[in-house]
């Protein structure tokens, strides 16, 4: 159980294009969903926590107007990256939690996004 | 402040056993988290401790020492694909994780 996926898992594209990441908790309900962004060899650095039907919280420095979250079910959230540029280009995690607060997090893949 | 601190790299041989420690300052405690991310993967979770003691899942144990702000993760019989980052993360009284920067475990045959 626990199974959390992502899409897609690596994605390229063009500067200034707006790139969509959905992550789907598969066999339980996510009250709350996270989205970490990890550079090559650096910790995982929290983005944002989306809970269910309510606006996401962004963490200081992250800017809500470029990296969109929408939690539309207890089993999806996406990230949308607007107006990519190469220094967006990273590593994006999600992790879902579930209906409990003090609940594990189980982590999706990850998509690989390389700006060009 | 809020600080989580674990070693930023260890190397064992292949078939020992290898103790990686955890420290941790935070506000509140809902509990502690270890997680394996191999390099190029997303985070797996391996154990969470809320009380005090070990807590044993096959080759990997985790202890948790609530007074001591304290936590390590034990590795018997170390296999190559062993090899990874461990990290360590704490809920605090808001439910968030903070997280370690994690340990790199460098397994030599």
């Known amino acids: 159980g626990a199974v959390v996926s992502q899409h897609p898992s690596w994605v390229i594209c063009k500067s200034g294009t707006s790139v969509k990441i959905e992550c789907r908790s598969l066999?339980?309900?996510?009250?709350?969903m996270f989205w970490y962004r990890q550079f090559p060899k650096q910790s995982l650095m929290l983005m944002a926590t989306?809970?269910?039907?309510?606006?996401?919280?962004?963490e200081q420095g992250v800017e809500k107007d470029k990296f969109l979250i929408n939690h539309a079910s207890l089993t999806l959230s996406t990230l949308t990256v607007t107006s990519a540029h190469p220094e967006d280009s990273s590593f994006y995690i999600c992790?879902?939690?579930?209906?409990?607060?003090?609940?594990?997090?189980?982590f999706g893949p990850g998509t690989r996004l390389l700006v060009l | 402040g809020q600080n989580i601190d674990q070693p930023t790299e260890m190397t064992a041989t292949e078939g020992a056993i290898v103790q990686i420690n955890c420290t941790y300052q935070?506000?509140?405690?809902?509990?502690l988290f270890w997680y394996q991310q191999h390099a190029g993967e997303a985070p797996t979770f391996l154990s969470y401790?809320?009380l005090d003691g070990l807590e044993e899942k096959g080759r990997f144990s985790s202890f948790l020492s609530r007074s001591k702000g304290y936590s390590y993760l034990l590795l018997k019989e170390l296999q190559m694909k062993d090899s990874a980052s461990y990290l360590c993360?704490?809920?605090?009284?808001?439910?968030?994780?903070?997280w370690g920067a994690g340990t790199k475990l460098i397994i030599k045959p």
């Open positions: 992790s879902a939690r579930g209906l409990a607060e003090q609940e594990t997090q189980y």
């Open positions: 935070t506000s509140g405690f809902n509990g």
């Open positions: 066999d339980f309900q996510a009250t709350t």
């Open positions: 993360a704490v809920m605090d009284s808001n439910y968030q994780l903070i």
């Open positions: 989306s809970n269910e039907g309510s606006k996401a919280t962004y």
């Open positions: 401790n809320v």
